[in-house]
């Protein structure tokens, strides 16, 4: 594909813009996402948008040519294809993750989990895992706010720790994340009961509730993501039993979980019997959305 085709006059965007803008108003796509995906794909800053002073430019260098820009935009408005995956970054605390449709989107309430982890990490060395990994961004997290711990990192998809290991690698972290393939804690056998921490953001949507979340969601995200069973819980219950097998005497147990999970959850690790100081933590919607516990 030659560089021509990547070049565009400042006019030409800006009537794309405005045409994109109603055409989201339209369809009920918030119309921020036009700017969003411009910042990712044109290298505009905010202030030429804002004053849209880029419409005077002779020429603008896209990273895709104008016509598949397009396409994908109508892909977003017709198909509910999530500007994420069309701009292949999101941004998330303070990194820009590159996803795709072979993993989740990481969401912005889940950068709670990371200063969870942080709050509650007596010992910030040693070695940590992130179950269920999907783009990485929660074993990127880990390592920026726990230096001197190895953070390792699991997922079942090979397709997603493709994704989580070029996030390390682009984000600087090649050194202190090491990736697995498998399920669970089972590839981290190796070090059994030597784990300072668990994080993890496993499937927890109830199957029979994934049809009715959002088209976004439902028709691209990956349901090997979403899927936790009949009521959501089959992999939080999975992680409740087996990693006091994992963690030394002290080590934090995280997960996210559902709005209304919270005291299934609580009552499991209470029924489990190896851990204590069980807390459950809010979100920023004041949605109980996080579950703490330390293993006795």
């Avoid at 804002?50 to 990273?63: G, M």
Wanted: with cysteine.
């Amino acid at each position: 594909m030659g560089e021509k085709h990547l070049i565009v006059s400042g006019l030409q965007l800006w009537e794309w813009r405005n045409a994109a803008f109603q055409a989201a108003i339209a369809t009920d796509v918030p119309p921020g996402e036009v700017d969003w995906l411009l910042l990712e794909v044109a290298g505009l800053d905010r202030l030429a948008l804002r004053l849209e002073s880029f419409k005077n430019w002779s020429q603008v260098q896209l990273q895709l040519p104008l016509e598949e820009l397009d396409h994908l935009w109508q892909r977003r408005l017709n198909d509910r294809l999530p500007v994420q995956y069309i701009a292949k970054v999101t941004p998330w605390r303070n990194f820009k993750i590159a996803v795709s449709s072979a993993v989740l989107i990481p969401r912005p309430e889940t950068e709670c989990l990371i200063d969870l982890a942080k709050a509650s990490a007596s010992n910030a060395s040693g070695h940590w895992a992130d179950l269920g990994t999907g783009s990485g961004a929660i074993a990127i997290g880990l390592a920026d706010v726990l230096p001197k711990a190895t953070i390792h990192a699991v997922d079942y998809s090979l397709a997603a720790l493709a994704i989580a290991q070029a996030n390390a690698d682009n984000l600087g972290f090649t050194d202190r994340i090491k990736f697995y393939q498998g399920s669970w804690w089972e590839p981290l056998a190796f070090i059994k009961g030597q784990f300072s921490g668990m994080v993890s953001n496993p499937p927890y949507i109830p199957t029979s509730t994934l049809p009715t979340l959002q088209p976004e969601v439902v028709n691209h995200e990956p349901h090997l993501a979403l899927d936790g069973g009949a009521d959501g819980l089959d992999c939080i219950r999975h992680l409740v039993e087996i990693s006091p097998s994992y963690l030394r005497s002290g080590g934090v147990w995280l997960i996210e979980m559902m709005a209304g999970q919270a005291d299934a959850v609580r009552e499991l690790l209470q029924n489990q019997g190896s851990y204590c100081k069980i807390q459950i933590h809010a979100d920023l919607a004041g949605i109980e959305r996080f579950a703490v516990a330390y293993k006795s």
